[in-house]
């Protein structure tokens, strides 16, 4: 027969058990988790902070408004651009039928035609892409309002009404659900 191991392991099922004896423990109060608040969009002037250092926050509620003046300009010129591109594409369609309704009859140049069906498709990616120019612009414009992801308690606020918002910039600081945590130290003795 062999000796027993020093480092052999012994398994017992967890239980409650009240203790005698009372620990003494400091340790700091922190937030359970935080969420920093800046903005997505950059280069525009911070026009409001909508709450202060303590305040609790519902989710969806707004907290800061940035100035946005020039994204709506931007805006009303992206759909001006898309009903001139609606356009030019409606031309070009309209063109490339009345092209393919006389070619029945052997009446157009094949490079003409060619060339009609080459309007059209350029017509149509142009639209496209003002398109995607207007819905870029429109998200840009919804990011100049900048809500609460979750409900909280305003920790700190950054943010200086009148500075130009640099993207990822923290501008508060919530502490999410308005949950903290004591984060007790103990000795090695104590544990």
Do not use: C, F, H, M
Not at 29 to 49: F, K
Not at 76 to 99: C, F, I, M, T
Not at 100 to 116: H, N, R, S, T
């Amino acid at each position: 027969a062999t000796a027993a191991s020093a480092l052999t392991v012994e398994l017992v099922a967890p239980d409650t058990r009240i203790w005698s004896q009372t620990l003494r423990a400091s340790g700091t109060v922190a937030a359970w988790e935080e969420v920093v608040i800046s903005p997505e969009t950059g280069g525009l002037r911070i026009a409001e902070l909508a709450v202060a250092v303590g305040q609790r926050v519902a989710k969806g509620q707004p907290l800061v408004r940035l100035a946005d003046d020039t994204v709506r300009a931007e805006l009303a010129k992206q759909e001006a651009l898309v009903a001139q591109a609606e356009a030019s594409l409606q031309q070009a369609a309209g063109n490339l039928k009345r092209a393919q309704a006389v070619d029945l009859a052997g009446a157009i140049a094949p490079q003409k035609l060619d060339e009609y069906r080459a309007n059209e498709a350029t017509a149509r990616a142009s639209l496209a892409s003002v398109r995607a120019d207007l819905q870029s612009a429109r998200l840009k414009l919804a990011q100049t309002r900048i809500v609460a992801p979750d409900a909280g308690i305003v920790a700190t606020k950054t943010g200086v009404v009148g500075n130009v918002a640099v993207a990822g910039t923290e501008l508060y600081r919530l502490i999410r659900q308005g949950r903290i945590e004591w984060r007790a130290e103990l000795d090695a003795r104590q544990l």
